[in-house]
């Protein structure tokens, strides 16, 4: 019984944490870079791309952490080394914020996934 309500604990903090950081992830990337990305054509397709792939990596680890998870990292991954190398690799905090908001939610759902199995 304890095990169960450790990995629900895990499995709420990842669903209300991975809300949170994506949404504020969606206010910044509408704010502040849409504009940007909307001028260069040869990077909107990229880049949009891998937000679509975070998002289903999100949807999907609602029901299958473990996949879920591994797609959020991988594709949190991928979208801050895209978007640090599109910026020139002069800004870094640009690959923070388009990775940690995938990468960390991508964490705790295998974290909540490892304490069930």
Same mark, same amino acid.
């Given at each position: 019984?304890?095990?169960?309500?450790?990995?629900?604990?895990?499995?709420?903090?990842?669903? !209300?944490?991975?809300?949170? #950081? @994506?949404? $504020?992830? %969606?206010?910044?990337? +509408?704010?502040?870079?849409?504009?940007?990305?909307?001028?260069?054509?040869?990077?909107?397709?990229?880049?949009?791309?891998?937000?679509?792939?975070?998002?289903?990596?999100?949807?999907?680890?609602?029901?299958?952490?473990? !996949?879920?998870?591994?797609? #959020? @990292?991988? $594709?949190? %991954?991928?979208?801050? +080394?895209?978007?640090?190398?599109?910026?020139?690799?002069?800004?870094?905090?640009?690959?923070?914020?388009?990775?940690?908001?995938?990468?960390?939610?991508?964490?705790?759902?295998?974290?909540?996934?490892?304490?069930?199995?």
């Amino acid at each position: 019984m304890a095990e169960q309500t450790v990995n629900k604990g895990w499995q709420l903090a990842a669903r !209300i944490l991975s809300v949170i #950081l @994506i949404a $504020g992830f %969606l206010y910044y990337f +509408v704010t502040n870079e849409y504009m940007r990305l909307e001028n260069m054509s040869i990077e909107t397709g990229p880049i949009y791309f891998m937000i679509f792939s975070v998002f289903i990596g999100f949807l999907v680890s609602w029901f299958f952490e473990m !996949i879920g998870g591994l797609v #959020l @990292i991988v $594709g949190g %991954l991928a979208l801050g +080394v895209y978007a640090f190398l599109s910026t020139g690799g002069d800004n870094p905090m640009t690959a923070v914020v388009y990775t940690v908001p995938f990468v960390v939610p991508g964490f705790l759902f295998l974290i909540s996934w490892f304490q069930r199995s």
